[in-house]
């Protein structure tokens, strides 16, 4: 099976993908996430190392129950014809109610059938005031108006 776009890429093809991902995780569905990755897809986020779809949907499942409130920002950075690189932002909040926006980074890699199957995670969280909130949408994916991580300043 394909999941358009598929490599090469096009800006357009690239930007296309980087927003289908964001729409994605800000589901919040790991079983959904998982299927954008090859089965065998191999990650580093941070500092940990993640292989298949099944580590990524247990992943989800983990960093979903403790990262409460979550809206993410995804925006292109760069792309080559299989590769893209995004920068990204996400706010949530802990249990305790304290807030944070945590920026990063990631390197992609697709297969042929335009299944992820690396990722590399940079990410450093920030505490922020709850009224320093930028993410301000319903929980879901981000309105196609609603500015993007560049026209908030971050």
């Known amino acids: ?5 598929v490599p090469p890429f096009s800006f357009q093809d690239a930007a296309k993908k980087v927003r289908m991902a964001e729409d994605a995780w800000n589901t919040r569905d790991p079983g959904k996430v998982a299927l954008a990755y090859t089965p065998d897809t191999r990650w ?8 298949g ?44 109610r304290q807030w944070f926006r945590a920026h990063g980074n990631e390197n992609w890699e ?7 199957a690396v990722r590399h ?15 301000l949408w319903e929980e879901g994916p981000r309105p196609a108006d609603y500015k993007g991580l560049s026209a908030l300043g971050l």
């Open 53 to 96: 779809r099944d580590e990524v949907r247990a992943f989800l499942i983990r960093k979903w129950s403790i990262e409460s409130g979550y809206r993410l920002i995804k925006e292109i950075w760069a792309h080559s014809d299989s590769r893209i690189a995004v920068r990204f932002c996400y706010e949530y909040h802990d249990e305790n």
């Open 121 to 135: 995670a940079s990410i450093n969280d920030v505490a922020i005031a709850e009224s320093d909130r930028l993410f």
């Open 1 to 5: 099976m394909t999941r358009m776009p």
């Open 110 to 116: 697709f297969d042929a059938d335009g299944y992820m």
């Open 44 to 51: 580093r986020n941070r500092s940990e190392f993640i292989n």
